[in-house]
């Protein structure tokens, strides 16, 4: 198994520029989240999802779109994007929201900067 | 995450040192994850305590839940190169979500 991959590992964007960042995994997991990690905030909530075709705002929605159309994929979507949106965000996935006994698999990171 | 505060903030031990990371919450604690995280790569799940009083050992690393405190600590015994990253530790507060602190850097010099 492949587990959660990310693409791009990198990327660089210029202001107002849209890009979607992918996410895929290979265990048939229902539950699947994005997360952006910067410094001295942790890892905050961006959208997650808990099946194809559900998903849900987390802690941190404005910017970013998802969509869930197949149980592999839940892709992340800056539709314009801003400084603020430059960090590392993290993919994952488990095998339901129960946050007990219910271990997340993260992916390696997307590093966005955008200038 | 306020709601959520590791210490220390980065740590810097010999090899073969122990050490001590500490995770505190200030909502009532219903379980707690210990993940690992290395520059360039995913968080890697270390182990989940969510009885009080509960410890676990994986190798070197011991955590433990003390929910009186609403606090866990991580101990790594005789520290390795091996160990060194950052650790970061997740609560389980309320409700369906997983809050995650923010990180402990720890560096082994050989």
């Known amino acids: 198994n492949a587990g959660v991959t990310q693409t791009p590992k990198f990327q660089v964007l210029k202001t107002g520029q849209s890009m979607t960042l992918q996410c895929a995994q290979d265990m048939n997991h229902e539950y699947m989240s994005w997360y952006r990690q910067d410094p001295g905030m942790g890892l905050r909530l961006i959208h997650y999802?808990?099946?194809?075709?559900?998903?849900d705002q987390g802690e941190v929605p404005n910017g970013y779109n998802v969509s869930r159309s197949t149980t592999e994929d839940f892709p992340l979507r800056l539709l314009s994007a801003a400084p603020s949106q430059t960090s590392v965000y993290f993919c994952a996935s488990s095998y339901s929201m129960k946050p007990l006994n219910n271990e997340q698999f993260f992916g390696p990171g997307t590093r966005l900067t955008v200038l | 995450s306020q709601e959520l505060e590791q210490s220390p903030q980065s740590l810097i031990v010999q090899e073969g040192k122990n050490l001590t990371i500490n995770c505190t919450s200030s909502?009532?604690?219903?379980?707690l994850y210990w993940y690992k995280q290395k520059y360039g790569e995913g968080l890697i799940f270390l182990m989940m305590l969510q009885k009080g009083g509960e410890e676990k050992s994986h190798e070197k690393i011991t955590a433990k839940l003390d929910e009186k405190k609403q606090q866990s600590s991580l101990h790594i015994t005789a520290s390795q190169p091996s160990h060194a990253g950052i650790y970061l530790c997740g609560a389980v507060t309320s409700g369906s979500r997983l809050t995650f602190g923010e990180g402990t850097q720890l560096t082994v010099n050989p």
């Open positions: 909502k009532t604690l219903y379980g």
């Open positions: 999802s808990v099946g194809a075709g559900i998903t």
